[in-house]
């Protein structure tokens, strides 16, 4: 055979540039952990991620502003390239500071934000209320805080979830008013789940009580599709089986509590572990922590039903999960959940992606971090075209934050 070496040289110009494109699309996929400015500075702990309609990254921290043990909490908007500078919504001396039940923020509608967190009543440890305040104009400036339980009883309340609520802010929160209270302890009795609205200047609608025996300290979450509202949770059986539990709001009323699963976690006593909700469209995804005969586990699961029902859990962890998880949708078919998970001596905070039809992707790690109750609850938001992620490094007390771009997952 005769060889062309003209044919041959074309064929090589074409196939190199192709070559390099193939490859260039493998190194876009490869999965990269980037640094994130953080603006909290040293001291901020405890941060809280949400996105705004416009595309805009809100933060919420915690930070130290005296030697008399003050607090102050402060925000700060990432946009454009850059954070704004951070603005303080309240600072005072009796600030109840917790790793788990930490403020957050919230957008309500166009420039109205808002934020909570909790302050202490009375002498006991576990006796603090939850304050609302609410910006106007995108954080520049913050009302005077409300407290929306009006029970007026030195107790815990906490562990507050936002949602819309046709046309008003809607929240859920753990209620402490029905139980016995205890110098230094949570008390007894049982804690429950209450709702109201916000709305107008400040103005609060009825308390209502969703269930009156959940678990004590677990962070709640809270989803909004259409018309409905769902509202996630751990549940306390009166022989301390603790499955994850939602209500829903169909526009007129609220309905019983249903689990999502029965896992049959029988444990008695609060694991701090609470669930996580998201919205795509019409669908709604869930990630909880579990441990039923001592195996821990994540799980997720889906809902076409507005919570409804919800398909069988897909375990999604890597091996020996502490929980702490969070979620968010990346594109219209898959969800992303992180949480901590141990490996060794070392702890780690981990992602996987999960498809609604049961796809797994990798389980990836975004950072180490420290296993204790100091680092808090790890936080995951979706702006833009990246997953964003803020923790606590104890100790020497600072934020940390990092990116990820969707497209690597």
Request: proline share 5%; net charge negative; hydrophobic share 35%.
């Amino acid at each position: 055979m005769k060889y062309d070496r003209k044919k041959q040289t074309i064929k090589r110009r074409l196939f190199l540039p192709i070559l390099a494109l193939f490859l260039a699309g493998c190194a876009e996929r490869e999965f990269e952990v980037l640094p994130f400015e953080n603006v909290s500075g040293m001291g901020g702990r405890f941060p809280s991620l949400a996105t705004t309609s416009g595309g805009t990254l809100l933060m919420s921290w915690l930070t130290p502003s005296g030697s008399d043990g003050a607090y102050s909490l402060r925000f700060s908007e990432w946009k454009e390239g850059s954070w704004s500078e951070p603005t303080t919504v309240f600072s005072g001396p009796e600030f109840f500071v917790n790793w788990a039940d930490h403020p957050s923020i919230f957008q309500v509608n166009g420039d109205t934000l808002v934020t909570h967190w909790l302050y202490k009543r009375g002498p006991g440890t576990f006796e603090y209320d939850v304050y609302l305040s609410v910006s106007n104009d995108k954080g520049a400036s913050w009302s005077e805080p409300v407290i929306p339980h009006r029970d007026g009883i030195a107790a815990e309340h906490g562990f507050v979830s936002f949602f819309h609520q046709s046309g008003k802010l809607g929240m859920a929160w753990l209620d402490g008013r029905n139980m016995a209270p205890s110098e230094h302890g949570h008390g007894s009795g049982n804690m429950s789940l209450f709702t109201t609205t916000l709305e107008g200047e400040m103005v609060l609608g009825p308390e209502q009580s969703l269930d009156s025996r959940i678990c004590e300290c677990c962070p709640t979450a809270a989803a909004t599709i259409g018309d409905k509202h769902i509202v996630a949770y751990r549940d306390r059986s009166d022989t301390e089986v603790r499955n994850i539990q939602t209500v829903r709001f169909d526009g007129e009323s609220w309905s019983s509590p249903s689990s999502v699963h029965d896992d049959g976690w029988m444990i008695p006593g609060c694991p701090v572990n609470g669930p996580e909700l998201a919205v795509n469209g019409e669908m709604l995804g869930i990630a909880w922590y579990t441990a039923p005969n001592g195996e821990a586990r994540v799980n997720v699961a889906f809902s076409s039903d507005a919570g409804e029902t919800f398909t069988e859990p897909l375990r999604i962890d890597g091996g020996i999960p502490l929980g702490r998880v969070d979620l968010e949708w990346v594109d219209k078919n898959r969800v992303a959940v992180s949480w901590i998970e141990l490996a060794g001596d070392l702890a780690h905070v981990r992602i996987r992606t999960v498809s609604a039809n049961g796809k797994l992707g990798e389980v990836r790690t975004v950072t180490d971090i420290d296993s204790g109750r100091g680092s808090g609850y790890p936080k995951m938001v979706k702006a833009g075209k990246e997953l964003f992620f803020a923790w606590t490094i104890p100790g020497d007390w600072r934020i940390e934050m990092a990116a990820v771009s969707l497209r690597t997952l």
